[in-house]
């Protein structure tokens, strides 16, 4: 048989990789349909009389909803998103086939279908919002009352026909009233009732709430009938955005109050078995909470043509040499062994790779000191409970999460987290909850599954030089430096400093997308300050730059004259000074072993010897040995170098 394999087998291993890498993205990507429904009522046209340039509270939250739809175009695509305007003279919901002449949605404009935004919506938003003529030509408030229950039921229809089976549904509500029935009881029981529809079909209703200077805004008179809170959650959490004298102020309030209600997106596995003893089973749901964000290629685009098009790609497998279309059934796999292939059918490849279905199988306990930091091989991955697989999964996984907790004990787990996932071997660790001042989560409570490596994992660490320990007056004046940088009350954040890499890659196809030209420059957070930097702690920098470079060039002459002496140099200082020679004048360069050649090249001092001598060792290196001096001195430091 050839040692070469054919251009129509699949090596093995190549696929085991590649089986790797799908893992690291294999989890469940949520679809979410959000509604953008904002209030244009009369007030909510009105700029600030101390500013009537800056943009009214309708304006700011379609710039809200216009920087929402870009956000989601890249890190969501196969979420919808839609804006309905209510409260509008106008409407353009009525049905063909209505001959009654009155409104199915009457005072409700939709100005963007629920669906997955495209470019163009964008573009036509953003024209919206720029173009003042064609706002005030459609956003135009009716001289009547609007009732929330049409809006509701007009909600309710968008996401019955455009996404019945997304997994959430959600509407957004941005007004300034705070009672816009004016005490109507008949009109707040028939609101009350849609909102109840609404709930029923899984759809929440996310109130964003918008306060005057002279007027707060009281959930109390209307929407607290509903919508409905979680009465565990605090009252705090529910911000109220004040209509600033800026339009900048409240655009910002707005989207930090919408980011802050994105739900959760990833899920690497739901219902997964969890066996924590001989006829005890519970089942659990896993999350990747720390996953990285890398620019993700979903298509190739042909550009060549008038306008950019996908490409469908299609694959065709043919033999090596007489170029044959393959069919799927004659592929085989094969390992590679002594020099030959050992072929295996498809169904002996499944038995081999078969290590059980997914489970999480406690094995053991062990005292949490034992993990090792340098255990880590992998991200760990946050399960929870779930009830869907076992009733009382609950009651259960809390009492194995205190337990470990108060004994400060860890369970060792054979786990697959999925079909034909690799086995991998977890240390189970339970974490506390921990909340930040303003009382938002920061780390959740409950249990990880930290992978641990298996014994061929393992290796001995390389052989490393003692490092070099920075002096206490060298210690000392870092000490004042990082004081000087320490902030009051200062907390890092890693949400306000996003890759920059990452945003310009997306910054570009935004651009393109929206056939924009794109920034000369990225926008990059993490740059420091370096006026500020400078000015509180500049003169500290200068004098600890002053001390290590005094300390740097006496350590540096003492390691030189301690190799000198290794070598054999006379390095008498009271001896007069004469023409450097190298260790050469009792041992000639060729008859040196290389470790001498080695300190010699890292003393700096290969160049002091003579050419003949140079020359001599090249060629017994099997280096070239002509040139000039400086060539031949570069050879050898090259070679001590590499070796």
């Not at 190739?300 to 306008?307: L, M, N, P």
């Amino acid at each position: 048989m050839s040692n070469e394999k054919p251009s129509w087998m699949h090596n093995q291993d190549e696929e085991e990789d590649e089986e790797e890498t799908q893992d690291e993205t294999n989890y469940k990507q949520m679809k979410d349909a959000v509604i953008f429904a904002i209030d244009i009522s009369e007030s909510m046209l009105t700029s600030p009389e101390d500013d009537p340039k800056a943009d009214s509270p309708a304006m700011a939250a379609l710039n809200c909803a216009s920087h929402f739809m870009e956000q989601r175009i890249i890190s969501n695509p196969k979420d919808m998103m839609g804006i309905l305007l209510f409260g509008t003279e106008s409407t353009n919901l009525n049905d063909e086939g209505n001959t009654s002449g009155k409104d199915k949605y009457p005072h409700c404009y939709l100005l963007t279908e629920l669906d997955v935004p495209s470019a163009k919506d964008v573009r036509r938003l953003k024209e919206l919002i720029s173009d003042s003529a064609e706002a005030n030509a459609l956003l135009v408030p009716t001289s009547g009352h609007c009732r929330i229950s049409d809006l509701l039921f007009c909600a309710n229809q968008r996401f019955n026909l455009q996404a019945p089976n997304f997994d959430s549904r959600r509407l957004f509500v941005i007004t300034d009233s705070d009672s816009p029935h004016d005490g109507d009881k008949k009109a707040m029981s028939v609101s009350t009732t849609r909102a109840k529809d609404l709930y029923d079909l899984g759809v929440v209703i996310e109130l964003f709430p918008i306060s005057r200077p002279e007027e707060t805004f009281d959930r109390t008179k209307f929407y607290d009938n509903i919508i409905y809170r979680d009465p565990n959650e605090n009252e705090n959490t529910y911000g109220v955005s004040t209509f600033k004298s800026s339009g900048i102020g409240l655009l910002q309030d707005l989207l930090s109050d919408i980011n802050s209600k994105q739900v959760a997106k990833r899920s690497l596995f739901n219902d997964l078995k969890f066996e924590i003893g001989p006829g005890l089973e519970i089942s659990v749901k896993g999350y990747n909470i720390l996953q990285k964000q890398i620019p993700a290629r979903s298509h190739f685009v042909y550009t060549g043509g008038e306008e950019a098009v996908i490409v469908e790609g299609k694959t065709n497998q043919n033999r090596e040499i007489s170029q044959e279309s393959v069919v799927k059934k004659d592929l085989k796999k094969a390992y590679k062994f002594g020099g030959s292939q050992v072929l295996f059918e498809k169904k002996d490849v499944d038995k081999v790779k078969d290590f059980g279905g997914p489970v999480i199988r406690l094995v053991g306990f062990k005292p949490k000191s034992m993990l090792p930091i340098w255990a880590s091989v992998k991200k760990s991955t946050f399960i929870y409970p779930s009830e869907g697989g076992f009733v009382g999964s609950i009651r259960v996984f809390v009492a194995l999460w205190k337990k470990l907790l108060d004994n400060k004990k860890m369970g060792i787990a054979w786990c697959i987290p999925r079909k034909n996932a690799a086995p991998t071997y977890v240390a189970i660790l339970p974490s506390e909850e921990k909340l930040a001042d303003n009382g938002k989560q920061i780390s959740p409570q409950g249990l990880w599954l930290y992978q641990i490596p298996f014994a061929d994992d393992l290796r001995s660490p390389p052989d490393v030089p003692k490092p070099i320990r920075a002096s206490d007056e060298l210690v000392d004046d870092m000490r004042k430096v990082v004081q000087q940088l320490q902030l009051p009350k200062a907390t890092y954040d890693p949400r306000r400093y996003p890759n920059p890499s990452l945003q310009w890659h997306y910054t570009i196809l935004q651009a393109m997308a929206l056939e924009q030209e794109p920034p000369e420059k990225a926008s990059d957070k993490t740059t420091g300050k370096h006026k500020q930097i400078d000015k509180r702690a500049g003169e500290y920098i200068k004098k600890w730059g002053t001390t290590l470079d005094k300390q740097a060039r006496a350590f540096m002459a003492e390691r030189k004259s301690s190799l000198k002496r290794e070598l054999g140099v006379d390095v008498e200082e009271d001896k007069p000074k004469k023409k450097a020679k190298t260790a050469a004048t009792t041992q000639k360069l060729e008859d040196m072993a290389d470790s001498d050649v080695n300190k010699l090249a890292a003393s700096g001092l290969i160049g002091k010897c003579v050419i003949a001598e140079l020359k001599a060792w090249c060629a017994m290196k099997g280096l070239p040995s002509t040139g000039k001096k400086a060539d031949l001195v570069d050879r050898v430091e090259r070679w001590c170098d590499e070796n």
